[in-house]
Structures are given as structure tokens and as C-alpha cells.
């Protein structure tokens, strides 16, 4: 073998020097400098080196032990079996190489595998000596972790004493700390309003949580565990497969990932990820991945294990949520409303399975907070369907001289100047609806699925309409012929006709639709509904002062102030006099002190497709009624409507005892 050139080694010297920086960052500071994404490129990088100069391996590089030394404020605790991190897999060729390799150890041709979420938290082990918590730690080193048993008491979801009247003499759980999404968004909120810094994500809070030296401090921080796993047992019962010892943990009453699995095959592990993949954004809990593990402990036992991970089992992860890339500019969009939204222009990132060149930055004071600047390196973010923002900026790689941004003093795109009022954080274009960007943005939401639904009316055809003065109020659109749209770029006679069609059937829809297209500012799809039910019809609307609009549910007096000064405008009336003339029609709505008792203030959450109603139409039936739509399960949930492939909102309701309807008990409420 020839020497290793000296620029590898100085390489794997830098690399080492990085990691060992950034592991102190994450699991001693909680203050990341970088992205998951670039971690692991990093480690990948410092892999595949020592892999091609195997004698340049030394002890004391990252690739050789877990995580991080304990921190000195805490006693230390040697785990009695070692506790091991996974190896990961990026793609499907990773995932067919690992099954391929347990096969040919395994000397089979398939392989059952314990499939269950990843969970983006802080591992920890338990020990429980004749059945009660002695004592709990945090990985640490992997072979020894800080003793943190005084803050894991005031996790909730950890029993004290474990179920069942023969405990074993001693058994080791293994699992995972985590901070729900929900109780995430209360800490940081919080936080705003003392003013103090928010954390970066639940990841990152539940690790500052589990390391305060005063546990009263954890006690007010909501903390949940997931166990995964054992190290040490003695006394436990002999389990066959880890789906059996998961389903013993159960009964031992600890929380176990419900999405937990046993798939055949690379196919099974494949259609395993994705279905998690698909239902991600809806947990209530962040995960980064999937692990696949051999259900047979018996094969376990005889995989064995490498340096730092285990033989058996390989972590499938995600495409990374967050990424880094360099602002490039800072542009100003214009919306409906008028207001200015600030939007980074990015250097071209892969993140959230997408390549994202555009980020929200919300508004100047969010700008001014997070203090983001042309040309900044900046972490990005885009979790699911969710728009892609800045979520912070990586100071050290900051240039010199980067420009700070200054919102314009004139909107971009029609030149008026520009308001701030002093209860607002966003900045507007006073122009109003001579303003062709609002006008193009006030037509797109009028036109779009959940208000007017016309079909076929997108931005390309909008822009040219507004373009070349062809439209310019909402009322206008249903002057539109074949003829007139059939002159338009890509507008061939045919896809005229089904734009005119579309915009024909408009006509016929509903109260609260109606009131939503209008695009008043502050009033949403739900405030709209509430407005429909409360008034019934259009002209009592239209005659509500401030303080009448107040009695409305949910209407303070900021969407009051809206509501009336939007149709004390003259232009408004007239626009909606002219939808009315070109013959938009609606049946009246009934007046919420008419609607079902039993429906009237109740919340409903969909989940599944329901053979014969849309989820529109179901939630618009729903509200007729005084019903309320949400979007997620809680306790304050009274009925859960389940369609085909419900999901794990049926499977909350199930756990919290909600009513679950199918769509035929849905129709017998509203016949009521």
C-alpha cells in the first residue's frame, strides 16, 4: 500500500478538527453552527478517507466512538451495554446493499425486518432494578453518559415503577427524548413574549431541557420518551423477535412508536419509508428517517457488530429538512393585500426533497431579528409541503462588508408609497387595487379552489388579462368570452371555451365562499363561515357596523375594523353590486341560532378520503351546521369523520376515546 498523499492527511486532520468543533456545538452548547445535511457529508467525507488509508485510523477520530464527552456539571454513569449509534443510508441503493449483505450473512433469501420512525430527539437508557427507575443517562461517549436520572423523573411519559407484578431483576430500556411540535411552538412562544432567545427546533430544546442542572427547571418543559430498545436485562422474559420485545415494552408501559412495523424485503422496507414519508408532517413529532433492523435476535446476535454501530440494523434517512446555501439577493414581493414580503434569492440548495432557490424572510423586523444580510451562508428550511425560510445565519462565514437590507420606501411594481402602521410588522403598498400586483394577487385568490373554484384561471392567464387591461376588478371576469380569451398567448379556442365554462359554473356557490373571494383583509376561510352563519345573507352583512360584527364568534376588533372598512369603501360595493348583476348567486346560509344543537359549537377533524363527499364539501356541510373544521387531533376534538386510510389521526382519536364517525353517521348528524 502507498503512503497516504499529505494532503489526505491534512485533510482527515481538518475533518477531525470540524466534527470534534461541531459535536461540542450540538451536544454540549445546543447551538449548532451547521445543518444535519453538511454534518453528515462531513463525517461521510472523514468515512471514505480512512476507509482508502485505513493506517491513518487512530482512536480519537469521531468515526470511532458516538457523540460527545459527558459535561462536567453532571456525575458520570458507565452503561452497562454499550450504546451504539446506526449506520445510515441515504437512498435505495444503500437500503438494497444493506439487505444484501444481511442475506449473505444470513445465508437466506429473505429477511423479516422491525421497521419504525427514526425519532430527532436525545437518546437515553433507564435502568430499572426490581421493577423501579434507578437511575437514567444520556448516551454521552457511548460507553459512559451524564446522569441525568433527576431530570428524566419529571418526564411524564417515563414510568416510575415499571407495570406488572414480577419485574425483572434488572432491565436497561433504551429510547429517546423528544419535545412534541405542539408543546415546541408554546416553549417558543413563551419565550417572545419574556423576550428571550427561541430555541431552534425540538430537537434542540429537549436536549437544553434534559441538561439543566436544577430539574425543576425540566419539569416546566413538556417532554415525551419513545423506548426502542434494551441493553442489560437480567430476569426479562426470552423474546424471539424485536417486534415481540417492542410489544413487552408496551405492556411495561412505555410509549412506543405506533407506526412501529414488520416488513419482508428490501420492497417491504422501501414502501415502509415512504408511507412514513408521506405521513410525516402530520406526526406530532419530528423524525428524520427510518430504522430498518433484523426482527430475529437470534440473526442479531450473530450479525454482531462493527466499531460503533450495529451489523443489523441501518438508519434510512429523509432528505434533509434543513440546508445551508448563500443569499444572493433580497427581493420585495407585493401581495393581495398590498403587503411587502421580503424573499431571499438563494444559491440553488437541495433540502426537503426539492431544490429550493427562494425562501421567505416574513417581514423586516424578522429580518432585523434573525439580522440575515446579502450574501450571508444561511441554514434553509422546508419541512414537507411547508414554504421554505431562513431559519438563522451562520455568523462565522459572514463576509465583510455584507449590505444590510433596507425595505423601499415606494412599492416595487407600481412606484406609491409605501405604509407601515404602528401596530403592524408588515409594510404596504397603499395603491390598492391600482396596483397591478395586488390586482393580479386579489384575482388568483378570488379564482382560487376554496373560494370562487374557477378552474383553469392561473397566473400566467391572469397576468396577461391584467397585462393588457382586460380585467381589472373581479366582477370583470364574467364579461369574458371565448373570443376574448382565445387572443391570449396559449389560449387556443378550445381551453377559451373551458376557462369561460369555468368561470359560468362560478356563479352558483355559497355564502361563505362569496365572502372569502372577496379577499377583505384579516377575514379567512373560517372567519368567512362564521360571517355566513351569523348573518345568512349578504345585504345584513353589508349593513354591519363594528360593534355588530363583534358579536360574530372569533371577530375581534381588528377583523371588525376590516370587515367595515372594506365595505365602507364605495369601489368594494360597487364590485360586489357587479358580481351580483352578472348573476353570482348563493343560497342564503342558515343563521347560526337556527343550526343543529347537537353540531353547533363541536369541533370535527377529517382524516381519509369519504366515498361520497370531498373534504371541501364535508367541511362546508359541517359548518353549515355551526360545526368547526380543524386540521388536527387533540382533546378538544369532539368528533374525528374517518374515510378509507385514515392515518394516525384515527389512531389518536382511538387512544383519546373521540367519537370516530364514518361518512354514513356524518350524514345522520347533519340530517338532524
Avoid at 466534527?19 to 471514505?48: C, G, K, M, V
Avoid at 464527552?69 to 444493506?98: C, I
Avoid at 393580479?440 to 391584467?466: N, P, T, W, Y
Avoid at 359541517?622 to 385514515?646: C, H, L, M, N, Q
Amino acid at each position: 500500500m502507498s503512503a497516504p498523499a499529505a494532503s489526505d492527511r491534512q485533510r482527515i486532520e481538518s475533518l477531525r478538527a470540524d466534527i470534534e468543533r461541531h459535536n461540542y456545538q450540538y451536544y454540549a452548547l445546543d447551538a449548532p453552527l451547521i445543518s444535519d445535511a453538511e454534518y453528515d457529508r462531513l463525517f461521510r467525507e472523514l468515512q471514505t478517507l480512512e476507509a482508502g488509508h485505513p493506517e491513518l485510523v487512530s482512536p480519537d477520530s469521531p468515526t470511532q466512538r458516538i457523540g460527545s464527552a459527558p459535561l462536567a456539571g453532571f456525575e458520570t454513569v458507565k452503561h452497562r451495554v454499550s450504546m451504539l449509534s446506526l449506520n445510515n443510508a441515504f437512498d435505495e441503493e444503500e437500503v438494497t446493499a444493506f439487505d444484501r449483505r444481511m442475506r449473505e450473512a444470513l445465508v437466506t433469501e429473505r429477511i423479516d425486518y422491525a421497521a419504525e420512525p427514526k425519532f430527532d430527539g436525545l437518546a437515553v437508557s433507564l435502568c430499572y432494578e426490581h421493577g423501579v427507575l434507578a437511575h437514567g443517562a444520556t448516551r454521552g461517549d457511548g460507553e459512559s453518559g451524564e446522569d441525568v436520572t433527576a431530570n428524566l423523573r419529571t418526564v411524564r411519559a417515563i414510568p416510575l415503577r415499571l407495570a406488572g407484578r414480577n419485574p425483572p431483576v434488572l432491565l436497561e430500556v433504551r429510547g429517546e427524548v423528544v419535545m412534541l411540535r405542539a408543546d415546541f411552538e408554546q416553549l417558543n412562544q413563551a419565550q417572545r413574549a419574556k423576550g428571550e432567545k427561541e430555541f431552534v427546533n425540538p430537537r434542540n430544546a429537549a436536549a437544553g431541557a434534559l441538561r439543566q442542572l436544577d430539574s425543576r427547571i425540566t419539569s416546566t418543559r413538556k417532554l415525551a420518551f419513545f423506548a426502542y430498545g434494551l441493553g442489560a436485562a437480567e430476569g426479562a422474559p426470552a423474546f424471539g423477535t424485536h417486534s415481540a420485545l417492542l410489544d413487552y415494552l408496551a405492556e411495561c408501559r412505555f410509549p412506543v412508536a405506533k407506526e412501529r412495523k414488520v416488513v419482508t424485503g428490501v420492497d417491504g422496507m422501501l414502501e415502509y419509508y415512504r408511507a412514513i414519508g408521506g405521513k410525516r408532517a402530520g406526526l406530532p413529532y419530528d423524525i428524520d428517517g427510518v430504522v430498518y433492523k433484523v426482527n430475529d435476535l437470534a440473526g442479531q446476535r450473530e450479525l454482531g457488530f462493527v466499531s460503533r454501530a450495529p451489523r443489523y440494523a441501518v438508519a434510512h434517512k429523509f432528505p434533509a429538512e434543513e440546508a445551508m446555501s448563500e443569499i444572493i439577493a433580497i427581493d420585495v414581493q407585493v401581495g393581495r393585500t398590498g403587503a411587502l414580503t421580503p424573499v431571499a434569492r438563494l444559491k440553488p440548495v437541495f433540502v426537503g426533497g426539492v431544490t429550493v432557490t427562494n425562501a421567505t424572510l416574513h417581514n423586516e423586523d424578522e429580518i432585523r431579528r434573525k439580522d440575515i444580510r446579502i450574501h450571508d451562508t444561511v441554514v434553509v428550511r422546508r419541512a414537507g409541503d411547508v414554504i421554505p425560510e431562513v431559519v438563522r445565519v451562520i455568523n462565522d462565514k459572514r463576509p465583510a462588508q455584507a449590505p444590510v437590507f433596507e425595505m423601499p420606501a415606494a412599492c416595487p411594481v407600481c412606484g406609491s408609497a409605501v405604509q407601515r402602521l404602528e401596530d403592524e410588522s408588515v409594510a404596504r403598498c397603499t395603491a390598492g387595487l391600482y396596483c397591478p400586483a395586488q390586482r393580479k394577487q386579489a384575482l388568483l385568490h378570488f379564482a382560487s379552489r376554496r373560494a370562487m373554484d374557477i378552474e383553469g384561471l392561473g397566473d400566467k392567464l391572469v397576468e396577461q388579462l391584467v397585462d393588457n387591461n382586460i380585467v381589472k376588478t373581479s366582477a370583470d371576469l364574467y364579461e369574458l368570452d371565448v373570443a376574448a380569451l382565445a387572443g391570449l398567448e396559449r389560449m387556443a379556442e378550445k381551453s377559451a371555451a373551458n376557462v369561460v365554462a369555468a368561470i359560468a359554473k362560478s356563479r352558483r356557490t355559497t355564502l361563505a365562499r362569496f365572502i372569502f373571494a372577496l379577499g377583505i383583509r384579516n377575514v379567512g376561510e373560517r372567519t368567512a363561515a362564521d360571517l355566513a352563519r351569523a348573518f345568512g345573507d349578504l345585504e345584513p352583512l353589508l349593513q354591519a357596523d363594528e360593534q355588530m360584527l363583534q358579536q360574530v364568534p372569533d371577530v375581534g376588533p381588528v377583523v371588525a375594523q376590516s370587515i367595515a372598512q372594506f365595505f365602507a369603501e364605495p369601489h368594494n360595493r360597487d364590485v360586489v353590486g357587479q358580481l351580483l348583476a352578472a348573476g353570482v348567486s348563493f343560497e342564503r346560509t342558515p343563521r347560526a341560532a337556527n343550526v343543529s344543537s347537537r353540531m353547533s359549537g363541536r369541533t370535527f377533524v377529517l382524516t381519509g378520503a369519504l366515498p361520497n363527499l370531498s373534504r371541501d364539501e364535508a367541511k362546508e356541510r359541517i359548518e353549515a351546521k355551526g360545526g368547526r373544521v380543524t386540521g388536527s387531533v387533540s382533546k378538544k376534538t369532539d368528533f374525528v369523520v374517518v374515510g378509507a386510510d385514515p392515518g394516525s389521526k384515527y389512531d389518536k382519536a382511538v387512544e383519546l376515546g373521540i367519537t370516530v364517525l364514518d361518512e354514513e353517521g356524518l350524514q345522520e348528524l347533519l340530517k338532524e
